[in-house]
């Protein structure tokens, strides 16, 4: 079985400033995808990044990047110059070869402070 | 990437009574899927809606309080029927990317069960 962990329940960080969500998983499935979602107080699933358990390089898109660490099973997020409209709930996720449904972690609130 | 619609965005229903969420997308896709984020909670998957075929659900999902339909490629319909205040969440409907390397997600319904 898949699973994953979001230690952060909630974060405060201040606008401009770099910020890390934590994320580590479990599978045994050595064919896995890791996923990062925002989710704005309008409640819809927004897709930041995606991150492959074969891929080389860690992923980013634009100032979202995904710090892979493969042997710590861990697949944290990091924004780059944190932007007030960043303030939402955020979620990590996993999906693997062998079963089509994605896991979902409980999710990190983060909150930009102007 | 395809554009998903739901309708109802939000409502608010009486306990014993159904609500159906449609969830429209602008292009094919083979594999849609039914979530609910309970407040507070992160999402679960309540069954995978296959065109063509009966919809698969998760444990702890029957087909009996949540039935799909799934009449083409593009429209998928979810019912939460007799419905009590413990249903009250936000329904999510996704499709599988290209590659089916992720998911995305419409705007949700927000479904109020007084």
């Known amino acids: 079985a898949q699973k994953i962990t979001q230690t952060q329940p909630g974060m405060f960080v201040q606008e401009k400033e770099a910020v890390t969500l934590d994320c580590t998983y479990d599978?045994?499935?050595?064919?896995?995808?890791l996923f990062w979602y925002k989710q704005p107080s309008s409640g819809e699933m927004i897709f930041l990044i995606y991150q492959g358990s074969y891929d080389q390089q860690n992923a980013t898109e634009g100032r979202y990047s995904l710090n892979f660490q493969k042997a710590r099973k861990s697949a944290n997020l990091v924004i780059s110059a944190s932007q007030l409209g960043d303030s939402a709930m955020y979620f990590c996720a996993i999906t693997t070869s062998s079963a089509s449904k994605i896991i979902f972690g409980s999710g990190t609130r983060l909150s930009i402070r102007p | 990437s395809a554009v998903i619609s739901q309708k109802p965005s939000r409502d608010i229903c009486q306990r014993g009574t159904s609500l159906t969420i449609q969830c429209q997308v602008d292009?094919?896709?083979?594999?849609m899927f039914w979530y609910r984020q309970q407040p507070g909670q992160s999402l679960t998957l309540i069954a995978t809606a296959n065109q063509g075929s009966e919809a698969t659900y998760e444990s702890g999902f029957v087909i009996d309080k949540f039935p799909i339909s799934r009449p083409n490629l593009t429209f998928s319909t979810l019912t939460v029927s007799n419905m009590s205040p413990e249903d009250s969440s936000i329904y999510l409907c996704?499709?599988?990317?290209?590659?089916?390397?992720?998911?995305?997600f419409g705007p949700g319904t927000r479904l109020t069960v007084l």
């Open positions: 599978t045994s499935d050595p064919s896995y995808g």
């Open positions: 996704a499709i599988a990317g290209q590659g089916a390397d992720t998911q995305y």
């Open positions: 292009s094919q896709v083979t594999m």
